[in-house]
């Protein structure tokens, strides 16, 4: 009985051990696990945000930044021999000319959810993506990958995919007005275009590349070398009198991204439905904001 | 005596539950850091991102998601009315030689360091910033700014504020290297053009709105519009013959927004030097990659 009185306090210490490690063990677990795989944590207070986007978040804060701010990876160019630019120069009145004309061309451009089945020709679809990919990039990387999607079976699987995503967004968001406006919010996650429009263009960014002996390269800057790619993309699409409308799919990428065979360096950045407009097409009667009010004269 | 033998686990219970709470106090506080201030730890861990990227970052993790993937505030869109939209149709064959055309445009396009002093018509400036103003953007937000600055002395401060950082970041970069390679490195931080070049065009993006009744309106997708917004501004650029490098200062952004007395919620995202290039102007002799390394069709 002494003994046991000798021992409760030990075994009392050895019980608040085991359970003191019990409750830290989930949480250490659980700090791993955020500095690690922090997409999956957060996805309890942001679940709007494409898991895709957030991946790539991750990976700036763990590979650290970059190189040099204008996007030249200096070490290469000093290997890289230069060579004379002298690129098409116009007279005053051309210049003045053009920019009013382009101007007025990509002011025509609408994003647009009515696309006509009718064909378009692979040669301009090409050219498109061949143009997309002349755009600037951090250190030259050209992070883009773009997939083109025409066969019909694969079309709708993508439509399947993006609207079972993007009804689960809705029935989260509207809560208890659900019930009662049904009807009207049905039409926000049917995209009858996914399977109309002759063309789906899937706009991966890759978030790093691999070098030849098999060490990751980060890329840096890839969302936003791949956003100013399909800038051009869109300019070159109004071009040739194509439409489409600017889609960032809800928590489809790695779905789709699996569908599409694609690697995991890459991820889905951005869906763009392409054809010609169909021949009842509206869009809503907005204005874009006037020149003063987007730029400051200094 | 026995009263104390009895009590000895009580207080090895205590001891312990003391312990566990110092223990796990401090781990709840740095829990409760990540949550609300990850942005300051992480600044340890990528000194070379952008603080204001960073910034970005927090706002899109603590403001949450998005509405709508295809860009259209489905509300907003429900109270505009709609209008027919036809848009100028090609025939296939102008249809291919516009995509041609337009590709053998762009592919001129480089990014150029040396720029002529000789001044650009103002109206073509504004006609590009007006172009890149056509960009689609989350929500119909235009989440942009464009700030052009051709004042000398302002031009001259920007270059100081830029020049001071990267210096900082070189010398950080390279280390014990710097002693001996000094001469070569400088030259990387050296950015003549900011004060050679006409126009220097600061973009900025408006990570959030504030509503008439004095609240914040979260601008979705902020950074991969104004981005957007940037590959057109790009591409308009090239039609008129002017040239540029695409640059992202690193961690000028607040000093350079204090500078040009921006509001504190547009985050600078790019500067472009914009003019003429320099009649012995040289690029390195990079190349892109071909049209199958970075088209794939399904």
Known sequence: MALLSVLTPVLAVVLCLVLGYMLLKPRETETTARKTEGASKSKNFRPWVDQDLQDDTENTAREG?????????????????????????????????????FY????????????SPEPVPREVIDNVIRTAGTAP????????????????????????????E????YRQRMGDKWVNDL??????????????AP???????????????GKKKTHYYNEISVSISCGI??????????V???????????????????????????????????????????????????IVHI
Not at 66 to 86: F, I, L, Q
Not at 272 to 291: E, F, H, I, Q, W
């Open 65 to 101: 930044g970059k190189k040099d701010d204008d996007w030249v990876d200096s070490n290469e160019e000093e290997d890289c021999p230069h060579v004379p630019y002298s690129p098409t120069r116009y007279p005053v009145d051309t210049m003045l000319q053009r920019s009013e004309d």
């Open 104 to 115: 007025a061309l990509l002011n025509q451009r609408r994003s647009l959810r009515f696309i």
């Open 137 to 164: 990039s951090g250190a030259h990387t050209e992070p883009w990958t773009f997939v083109v999607v025409s066969d019909l079976e694969m079309k709708h699987q993508i439509r399947q995919i993006v609207e079972a």
């Open 166 to 169: 993007e009804e689960v967004n």
């Open 183 to 196: 009807a009207k919010i049905s039409t926000n996650w049917i995209k009858e275009y996914l399977d109309v």
């Open 199 to 213: 063309y789906l263009v899937l706009i991966f960014k890759q978030t790093y590349g691999i070098l030849p002996n």
């Open 233 to 242: 993309l869109l300019a070159a699409l109004q071009n040739v009198g194509l």
């Open 244 to 294: 489409t409308v600017t889609s960032t799919p809800l928590n489809c990428g790695p779905q789709l991204r699996v569908l599409l065979k694609r690697p995991t360096n890459e991820k889905l950045l951005m869906l763009l439905p392409v054809g010609y407009p169909a021949s009842d097409a509206t869009v809503p009667n907005l204005k874009r904001k006037p020149l003063d009010d987007i």
